[in-house]
């Protein structure tokens, strides 16, 4: 069989890291070019170890050639298979180029659809891409979907303060929140996953994938995260997807599919934990106004991943508190309204959002005595 070629944007990060775990161990594909930020000395591991003819980074490395941007590394690889794994409003630029220089997109930056949604579509549908969906959820939710949808839900974990007395959550710094009580992530989910932030961007990600409208998605806790997503047909069948928390399968399916190919852990029956709980709206005030007021409205959405990026710096720095870094995205998103025509547009409405939430962050910590 005929190896597929792989370009990996963000391979040092926790989602690239795994990809490149996947593919050492089910063979039949070749990474031929990867992308990275500031991890320099762990992206010469990698690409050393793995002799990747191409890379585009900060930095020069010891082995491979180095291109001037990620355009140059998907035009001189042409890869089958893109998997972009680029957090952030960085990702959703990336995320594009590769739609014009490959034939399947394995997705993990959410935020292109999240911010960019339409246009991102658009895009998909004339160049004839693959859009497979890495997320754990919508990977779930992928290989479960068919005519005759009733509802789905997505599960949450509700992060790591679940189970925090709520009078407690505001004044919580990184180290608690740092917890995720079942996934492995990077630092930014997993803040995201305890204000919920990740699960509003997961609902806006299922509506633009699968094309089904806000009030057939339904969000619920999964407290062991065994559940990954839930599809209701409209004759009362339901088809639930289960499995352990391993982002290494959603990974594998995604290079694989049709086929699977990955060997993972097989759950023991005392894994089977099939309770689902609602959601608490005041524990999580985002994920609450964000229902109401955002995923309908793309400039909000920019906005809500701009002011997020910022806080959760800020947030992770030590400079505000929990408390705070909600307060900080709520303030932009309630102050930002636009309406965005394109992709250009998209940019700008992130910058302003960013200056929003930078002067908010300002005021909150000239208040705070040194
Ligand atoms: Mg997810």
């Known amino acids: 069989m005929e190896e597929k070629t792989v370009v990996i944007l963000g391979v040092t990060g926790s989602i690239g890291t795994q990809t490149v775990d996947v593919i050492s161990t089910i063979g039949g594909f070749r990474i031929v070019g990867v992308s990275f930020g500031k991890n320099v000395d762990f992206a010469n591991r990698i690409v050393s170890a793995f002799r990747i003819p191409y890379y ?67 895009m998909v549908r004339e160049k004839g891409v693959e859009l497979i969906p890495v997320d754990s959820e919508h990977s779930a939710i992928f290989q479960l979907i068919e005519e005759s949808v009733e509802k789905i839900v997505l599960t949450a974990s509700g992060g790591a303060i679940r189970d925090v007395p709520k009078d407690q959550i505001r004044g919580l710094g990184p180290r608690e929140i740092l917890r995720h009580p079942t996934w492995r992530m990077g630092h930014r989910i997993t803040v995201d996953s305890a204000t919920m932030v990740n699960k509003l961007f997961e609902v806006i990600e299922a509506h633009e994938l699968f094309d089904i409208s806000y009030s057939d998605i339904h969000v619920m806790i999964n407290p062991s995260s065994f559940i990954h997503g839930i599809v209701y047909l409209k004759d009362g ?39 689902l709980i609602d959601i608490e709206k005041d524990r999580y005030p985002i994920f609450d106004y964000g229902l109401k007021y955002v995923v309908n409205d793309l400039a909000r959405r920019v906005a809500l991943n701009a002011a997020d990026e910022v806080a959760i710096e800020a947030f992770l720095a030590g400079r505000i508190s929990f408390g705070e870094l909600i307060d900080t995205i709520l303030y932009v998103v309630d102050n930002v309204s636009s309406e965005i025509r394109d ?11 960013r200056n929003l939430a930078k002067e908010a962050l300002a005021r909150i910590e000239r208040r705070v005595p040194k």
Not at 58 to 79: M, Q, R, W, Y
């Open 343 to 353: 992709l250009d547009e998209v940019f700008y409405v992130d910058l302003i959002a």
């Open 237 to 275: 069948t339901v088809k639930i997807h289960a499995g352990l928390p391993d982002m290494r399968v959603p990974i594998a399916y995604a290079l694989t599919y049709p086929e699977r190919r990955y060997t993972g852990r097989i759950p023991e029956v005392r894994d089977f934990d099939m309770r």
């Open 56 to 122: 585009h980074g900060n930095g020069t490395l010891e082995f491979g050639s180095k291109l001037g941007s990620i355009e140059e590394l998907l035009e001189k690889t042409k890869p089958d298979i893109v998997v972009c794994a680029i957090p952030g409003i960085e990702g959703v630029k990336a995320a594009f180029e590769s739609l014009k220089y490959t034939k399947r997109l394995a997705l993990a930056t959410k935020e292109a659809l999240v911010c960019a949604g339409p246009f991102f579509k658009r």
